[in-house]
């Protein structure tokens, strides 16, 4: 016999499920890319269930995957346009939610090191996000070459807000994105790593001129700048220390915001600028950017990648299915390029002029990696 409140509950799963398997079925097809004039868009390689990418100096794309339903996440190479067929690495990772596999990046030295960095959701002792360097060899990661840079805290259970970016500075350090774990106090409190950029040394160890390595103690040493929610991802514009970081809003505002020394972005007490930032913020600093949450061309609701391109930074958001250019000298944005079906990070290439970006897609637009440049195909 079915209880009634069971059977109301089946009735209603199936109707989401008939609704689903409708739009699956009469989902339009995705026309290419609107871009400027002169620029072409090209795919590069279908990538399954993409979350971020790197460019090796030799033109090599490493390109994460958030993880299966084996809680495997992978990276794999695209080499020469080819998606290899063997991956350059399994990790086990759990990938509930937002967790896996979720960030990458490449040593500064990687033509002589081959070191490869990763962000991802270890599973053991407890679940907790960790940073990890492996060595490659060719087109794999050597076995066994894993070495532990950062461990951070135990996650808590409700299933966001990990940040994830990974990128190295002017100075040689690694820097890394941290989100508040959906513990929105956590931003502000130097007794945890969560809802902050930390500021690494590429073996793990961390730099005694950090500015609360005095003040704090352990991993919380790392900690370079607070109050930030969701820290998506980070860039570094070429041969200077400006460095911006994406943090993914909450109810109103998704925001650009510059890395300098301790400071302090204002989340949760602000979101988005603030002309009269409150006085418990010590070194508060306003967004670079923002803006609001919405369906037109200039709003949008996670800012997701971020990449220095001609003289501009260019960022994207993952349901405006767009990318806009930010001039930094005039404060001003522009749009770019539309009809991106959910981008999830921005890469520049070795020389400068093509502009990678990983979309997740959808049905009718598959997951993939695609270049942009201008001057033809």
Same mark, same amino acid.
């Given at each position: ?180 774990? *959906?513990? +929105? &106090? !956590? ?7 969560? $809802?902050?950029?930390?500021? /690494?040394?590429?073996? @793990? *160890?961390? +730099? &005694? !001129? ?7 103690? $352990?991993?919380?040493?790392? /900690?370079?700048?607070? @109050? ?150």
């Amino acid at each position: 016999m079915v209880r009634a409140g069971s059977f109301r509950g089946w009735v209603v799963a199936m109707a989401a499920m008939a609704a689903l398997l409708l739009w699956w079925n009469t989902e339009p097809a995705r026309s290419a890319p609107t871009l400027p004039q002169g620029f072409t868009d090209s795919l590069v390689a279908e990538v399954p269930n993409p979350t971020a990418m790197a460019i090796a100096p030799d033109g090599r794309l490493f390109v994460t995957q958030k993880g299966n339903n084996n809680s495997i996440g992978r990276v794999r190479v695209i080499k020469k346009g080819q998606l290899l067929s063997k991956p350059f690495l399994n990790v086990t990772t759990d990938t509930s939610d937002f967790r896996g596999l979720l960030g990458i990046t490449l040593d500064p030295n990687f033509s002589t090191n081959h070191y490869v960095y990763i962000f991802y959701t270890a599973t053991s002792p407890t679940v907790h996000n960790r940073v990890s360097r492996y060595t490659a060899n060719g087109d794999v990661a050597v076995s066994g070459s894993q070495k532990i840079i950062l461990d951070l805290p135990a996650l808590g259970n409700t299933g966001g807000h990990y940040g994830g970016s990974l990128r190295f500075g002017s100075d040689g350090k690694l820097y890394v994105g941290v989100g508040d774990d *959906t513990t +929105p &106090a !956590d931003a502000q409190s130097l007794d945890t790593v969560n $809802g902050k950029i930390l500021r /690494i040394n590429r073996n @793990g *160890t961390i +730099p &005694a !001129d950090n500015p609360f390595f005095n003040s704090t103690s $352990g991993a919380r040493r790392a /900690i370079w700048a607070l @109050g930030l929610r969701q820290p998506y991802s980070l860039d570094l514009l070429s041969g200077t220390s400006k460095m911006y970081v994406n943090d993914v809003g909450e109810d109103t505002w998704e925001e650009i915001d510059k890395v300098t020394r301790g400071a302090n972005y204002g989340w949760p007490i602000h979101e988005g600028a603030t002309s009269s930032p409150h006085p418990s913020l010590q070194n508060y600093r306003n967004p670079l950017l923002t803006y609001g949450h919405g369906t037109s061309a200039e709003t949008g609701c996670s800012i997701t990648g971020g990449a220095f391109y001609q003289k501009a930074y260019f960022y994207a958001d993952y349901c405006g299915d767009w990318i806009r250019s930010f001039d930094p000298a005039r404060g001003t944005s522009a749009p770019f390029a539309s009809g991106i079906v959910k981008p999830v990070d921005l890469e520049v290439g070795n020389n400068g002029g093509s502009l990678y970006y990983v979309a997740r897609g959808s049905r009718s637009a598959p997951a993939a990696v695609h270049e942009i440049k201008q001057g033809g195909s």
